[in-house]
């Protein structure tokens, strides 16, 4: 086991093009949740997958972004016309049914120019 | 709706001081809360995660605390070292979710 693994951990792109980020969360664990975080502020809630099905998203999760978790395995977030507003730490996590805390991957950065 | 506040905003201490960092929470009705360490730049690392059941929680140097009914949390740094420093966030769930709600951290130096 791993770990959450996130792809990339880096991402710079142009205003207006769409970006796609992956998360790889604990093999075992069925629940899934999407942060963004930005400087000198704590994580905020974006959207969150128990197996495949999406249960809450976010007020902040506008209709630029999109979350998709297929096969209950892997996530993908998906940001379309990207703004400068978009930068900022992407961060993927993974629990286990039941309360057993979050375990976080490191983080994709993104920087839109 | 479920606040998370945490004091200090930022906190200078020499090596080997033992220190506080305070986390307090508006809806009461957690199954657990959680605390974890951030290096500028990278995730989150999990340091501690207390059940409702539980009062305290200790790992090596660390030692958190959980008072459900005042809605605060502590998290006691024994003898710090200048790698004790990041930042600290507390977590504790919206209620009737599975969802962290997280507080601003306490960015911690210790210095040599």
């Known amino acids: 086991d791993t770990g959450v693994s996130q792809n990339p951990r880096h991402k710079i792109t142009k205003r207006g093009q769409n970006v796609t980020f992956r998360c790889d969360p604990i093999?075992?664990?069925?629940?899934l949740y999407w942060y963004r975080q930005t400087l000198g502020q704590g994580p905020e809630f974006l959207t969150y997958?128990?197996?495949?099905?999406?249960?809450?998203k976010s007020r902040l999760l506008s209709d630029r972004f999109s979350a998709e978790r297929p096969k209950g395995s892997f996530s993908t977030l998906e940001i379309q016309r990207t703004e400068q507003g978009d930068s900022a730490m992407y961060l993927c996590?993974?629990?286990?049914?039941?309360?057993?805390?979050?375990?976080f991957g490191s983080g994709t950065r993104l920087t839109v120019v | 709706k479920q606040e998370v506040t945490q004091i200090p905003a930022a906190l200078s201490v020499p090596e080997g001081e033992n220190l506080v960092l305070n986390c307090s929470f508006t809806?009461?009705?957690?199954?657990?809360l959680q605390w974890f360490r951030q290096d500028p730049g990278k995730g989150l690392t999990s340091l501690l995660l207390?059940?409702?059941?539980?009062r305290e929680q200790t790992s090596g140097r660390l030692n958190a605390s959980l008072d459900k009914s005042s809605g605060r949390s502590t998290l006691y740094i024994a003898a710090s070292q200048p790698g004790d420093s990041a930042t600290y966030l507390c977590?504790?769930?919206?209620?009737?979710?599975?969802?962290?709600?997280f507080g601003t951290g306490t960015r911690l130096k210790v210095l040599a």
């Open positions: 809806d009461s009705a957690i199954y657990n």
């Open positions: 997958f128990q197996n495949e099905a999406q249960l809450e």
């Open positions: 207390i059940q409702s059941s539980q």
């Open positions: 996590a993974s629990s286990l049914e039941g309360e057993s805390g979050y375990t």
């Open positions: 977590a504790a769930p919206s209620s009737g979710t599975y969802k962290y709600i």
């Open positions: 093999s075992e664990h069925n629940r």
